[in-house]
């Protein structure tokens, strides 16, 4: 059976239908489909033109110029490194060496040639990296019939097509613009692009979300911090929006208790998934949901089959907790370079089936009814005075209390008890928790060891990663050393 068309082709169809149609909302101006693609199909050449074979790459700065040229380079059937245009010059460097990266591309200027071998990446179509939050980021592979995959189920189960406007809020080199805008453009909607600079600005996000009207919005937590507290001294709805997703990190409950008025006809959904798998869960809010309890990571999309595998290596039957294995239609076959032989990648523990399971390193509890919930990562257990403990576990309880807006917790190395667990919260506006009501939230769920020995309370925003995740290790560091 022949597989989906690929997104490239659907997009070229949808300019030449349509040609006047707004592909792009960039800064206020828009850019046509006609104009889009006379601009990808210029750069198509320039790299068609290359010495055959080898990947180029692109610092991902966002811009419908960078849309263009990534156009451009699913039109040559050319892979493309699609980096963090953040990363020093030393890491960006190692990563083409890796990738084997032929050339590098710059808008408006000729590729800039490179040394590198170049990689067999037959039927690669793009390159991502994963956050290098642990070293050096890890290059991932994505077939281009798994970005195809991905666009059918996406645009489908958004219903986006002609003329349904995105947003986009994340980096162009983020997994999740394989919906936002990828989809978006082969669907013939309308992405509006969210200026890199003005991300962490409320007001502005507010005023552009009001003015451009998305119906399909995806994005992390703190957008949606954000906008609820801008929208809050004003009472201002934004009844464009008709499904609002949230990924990448845990949700505070007071957050997620102001959507359905900020957000008054979207349907709410949780997502789960990484950049080596995409999207593997989604989870659908249906009514009010428990404070008590972090959000459930949902039931897996059409085609994704999981696992849950305990300490011993067996796959786990009923209720449990175990390491999330995922093999999806849309993912990748393997990292590139040393990380290749970093076991991420793997058969089926027991021998089950031929498929590729990616093992997410995600500790994820099974109830009885079967509901998934993610409550941590296998390698952020520690151990306290002899007790096996997880700090995210204790960090999406703290996020699940209403009056917590943000919440950080890590391990610190302890003389007696080996470790000890430090916790910041910071508490929502007009909101008086204290660290005694904090602290009595947590042992109602919690066994003693992993309640923290210093819990600090904070009104200040906590310090965030540059991929708007809240950076537990400085937040710590910081509020711990004003304290002292």
């Known amino acids: 059976m022949a597989g989906p068309r690929p997104l490239v082709e659907s997009f070229v169809d949808q300019a030449r239908r349509t040609p ?9 101006h828009s850019v046509g489909y006609g104009a889009l693609l006379a601009h990808a199909e210029r750069a198509r050449d320039r790299i068609a033109a290359l010495p055959a074979g080898a990947p180029v790459a692109l610092p991902a700065v ?3 110029r960078t849309v263009a040229l990534v156009l451009a380079c699913l039109l040559a059937r050319r892979p493309l490194l699609l980096p963090s245009p953040a990363l020093g010059a030393d890491v960006m460097e190692r990563l083409y060496e890796q990738a084997g990266v032929g050339h590098v591309l710059a808008p408006g200027r000729p590729p800039a040639a490179r040394r590198s071998p170049g990689a067999d990446l037959t039927g690669t179509a793009l390159l991502l990296t994963t956050s290098g939050s642990t070293g050096l980021p890890k290059i991932v592979p994505l077939p281009g019939a798994a970005l195809d995959r991905f666009v059918v189920w996406a645009g489908n189960a958004f219903g986006i097509g002609p003329g349904t406007t995105v947003l986009n809020y994340a980096p162009l080199n983020f997994d999740v613009c394989l919906l936002d805008v990828w989809t978006t453009l082969a ?8 200026d890199a600079d003005r991300v962490t600005d409320g007001g502005r996000l507010l005023d552009l979300v009001e003015r451009e009207r998305p119906e399909v919005v995806q994005s992390v937590p703190m957008f949606y911090r954000l906008l609820a507290d801008a929208a809050r001294a004003g009472g201002r709805t934004l009844p464009s929006v008709r499904h609002a997703v949230f990924t990448g ?18 349907r709410l959904y949780n997502v789960y998934g990484c950049t080596e798998t995409n999207d593997s869960f989604l989870y659908e809010l249906r009514g009010a949901p428990d404070p008590d309890r972090p959000l459930p990571i949902g039931q897996p999309l059409p085609g994704v089959a999981a696992l849950l595998v305990g300490a011993e290596g067996r796959v786990l039957d009923g209720p449990g907790t175990g390491e999330l294995y995922v093999s999806t239609p849309f993912q990748s076959e393997g990292y590139l370079g040393a990380a290749a032989a970093s076991g991420a990648f793997v058969p089926h523990p027991e021998g089950a089936d031929e498929r590729c399971w990616f093992r997410s390193g995600d500790l994820v509890r099974r109830s009885a009814d079967g509901t998934l919930t993610l409550v941590g990562r296998t390698d952020f257990q520690v151990k306290v005075r002899g007790v096996r403990v997880n700090p995210q576990e204790v960090e999406h309880l703290l996020l699940a209390h209403p009056d917590v807006a943000e919440a ?16 910041v919260a910071r508490r929502g506006p007009g909101t008086g928790v204290n660290s005694l009501a904090l602290r009595g939230h947590l042992a109602r769920a919690l066994p003693r060891a992993a309640i923290p020995a210093a819990l600090l309370i904070t009104d200040e925003p906590l310090p965030r990663t540059a991929t708007g995740k809240v950076d537990r290790e400085r937040a710590v560091r910081v509020h711990f050393t004003e304290e002292s």
């Open 62 to 64: 966002k811009s419908p």
């Open 249 to 266: 990190d845990t949700m505070p409950a007071p957050v997620l208790a102001a959507l359905p008025g900020l957000l008054p006809r979207a």
């Open 187 to 194: 669907r013939g909607g309308r992405v509006v692009l969210v």
């Open 20 to 28: 006047a149609a707004t592909a792009l909302v960039w800064r206020g």
């Open 408 to 423: 950080a917790v890590v391990a610190v190395p302890d003389p007696v008890a080996g470790r000890r667990l430090h916790a």
